[in-house]
């Protein structure tokens, strides 16, 4: 282990873990962000961040920008600079809810809900430039939109019907296609964008939607797995975390503790780039945080 930092189980421990240039940034369930030092794991700042809900409320602008775009408490979209905190802008999406957010290609997209019968009904995808917070598009569709991703100049919806996406600078429909399974997310790969289902992740094409590749995600719990880069991480039925290549070949395997085999209260795996490491928290609420070269191995057959 390199580093531990101790989050808080009452509240969900931590739930989110975004790392770029060096910074961890980890989110809890009741809200709030930290950003860690990623070799070291010194705490270098914290702020408020909105309660997490189905779509995380976090996510990063990469270099050159370097920026953490957060949903606060109060609904407001705010950016920050990754290492220092520092605010860069302010902007306030409409609607009487936002669901989370995703970032890349020059923007940020919030997705907004208004208030149904049953509850809160996301079915509007709003868009800012990254740089500095000013309005780009807004684009509703007919259904509750469940996923979103801003990859490759194209930001993806997924509904729980229809896959969308659209032109990131413009806000033009390039194209709308059936969904991939129910409770789908999107995850950009080293391969291009992917619909991750419990069972399978399936990658396509962010311009076209064709669909090249198909890999299975068996023996995974629900809502664990995470695509980054060229590999899969994911927390197991029988309470481990594995990283595995998109082939389906287990590399590593971490047991995350729990009585009986079972997965601790909480244990999951948190998606972070793999060149740099990976981190899962426990009943204890211990975070922590390892190289992957240093990351202890259990053999294991996949699947």
Do not use: C, K
């Not at 860690?36 to 794991?41: C, I, M, P, R």
């Not at 775009?69 to 905190?85: F, I, K, P, Q, T």
Request: net charge negative.
């Amino acid at each position: 282990v390199l580093w531990e930092h101790t989050t808080d189980v009452r509240h969900g421990g931590a739930r989110t873990l975004l790392s770029a240039d060096g910074v961890v940034v980890a989110t809890g369930g009741s809200g709030g962000a930290t950003a860690f030092d990623a070799e070291s794991g010194e705490a270098l700042w914290q702020a408020p961040a909105a309660g997490e809900g189905y779509l995380p409320a976090v996510a990063l602008v990469p270099a050159p920008q370097a920026a953490v775009v957060m949903l606060e408490r109060d609904g407001a979209l705010v950016s920050r600079d990754l290492r220092s905190g520092r605010e860069r802008w302010r902007a306030q999406p409409g609607g009487a809810h936002r669901m989370g957010l995703a970032a890349g290609g020059g923007v940020v997209a919030v997705l907004v809900a208004d208030e149904g019968a049953n509850g809160p009904q996301a079915g509007t995808v709003a868009v800012f430039d990254s740089a500095d917070g000013s309005p780009r598009w807004e684009r509703t569709v007919p259904e509750r939109l469940g996923a979103l991703l801003a990859v490759e100049g194209t930001v993806l919806a997924h509904g729980e019907i229809v896959r969308y996406a659209w032109d990131a600078a413009t806000g033009d429909q390039r194209w709308r296609v059936p969904r991939i399974g129910p409770f789908a997310r999107l995850a950009a790969t080293a391969q291009g964008p992917a619909a991750v289902t419990q069972d399978e992740i399936v990658l396509f094409d962010a311009v076209t939607s064709y669909e090249h590749r198909r890999v299975a995600a068996g023996n995974a719990l629900p809502d664990s797995v995470r695509v980054e880069a060229d590999r899969l991480l994911l927390s197991t039925r029988d309470g481990h975390a594995e990283v595995r290549a998109l082939d389906g070949e287990v590399l590593r395997r971490l047991p995350l503790g729990g009585a009986g085999g079972r997965p601790a209260a909480g244990a999951g795996l948190l998606a972070v780039p793999t060149h740099i490491g990976v981190s899962a928290f426990g009943e204890d609420g211990a975070l922590r945080w390892w190289h992957l070269r240093e990351l202890p191995e259990e053999r294991a057959s996949g699947g």
